[in-house]
């Protein structure tokens, strides 16, 4: 038996080729199936930067099958949580959701030795949105 995940989170950034392939990629990770996990870019790049796509792999986090989506109102519209990496990317707003800004420092064109503290710092954000949405839940069941 599989149940409806519990929320859904859209990870925006302007390229989708690394803070919001790392976010998604942590996500899907750490929540399983539990949560809808989305990601989108305002201009998306070629490829998921391929320093994003090492410093996950060094946690055992294999992004290198995802590529770069376009933002669309329909992505938002179905999601939770919109969640943007700091790069200010403009989202189409919706009541009912929940938006958020994480500041990241961009990784584009960085190694992999500068990627690290940024995917760690990603993994931080990512724990504490997942204890968040797990809280919501179980108020949603009380309620």
Request: with cysteine; charged share 25%; proline share 6%.
């Amino acid at each position: 038996m599989t149940t409806a995940p519990i929320a859904s989170v859209l990870f925006v950034c302007i390229h989708n080729a690394g803070r919001s392939q790392m976010a998604a990629g942590f996500l899907r990770h750490l929540a399983g199936d539990r949560v809808e996990v989305r990601s989108a870019g305002s201009v998306p790049g070629d490829q998921i930067n391929p320093s994003a796509v090492a410093a996950m792999a060094e946690l055992g986090i294999d992004i290198s099958d995802q590529k770069p989506k376009i933002l669309t109102t329909e992505a938002v519209q179905a999601s939770d949580y919109v969640i943007t990496m700091g790069c200010g990317d403009a989202c189409p707003y919706f009541p009912g959701k929940k938006y958020l800004d994480w500041k990241l420092d961009d990784p584009a064109g960085q190694g992999v030795e500068a990627v690290r503290p940024i995917r760690d710092e990603i993994k931080g954000l990512i724990e504490n949105l997942i204890a968040e949405i797990d809280a919501k839940a179980v108020q949603d069941e009380e309620s």
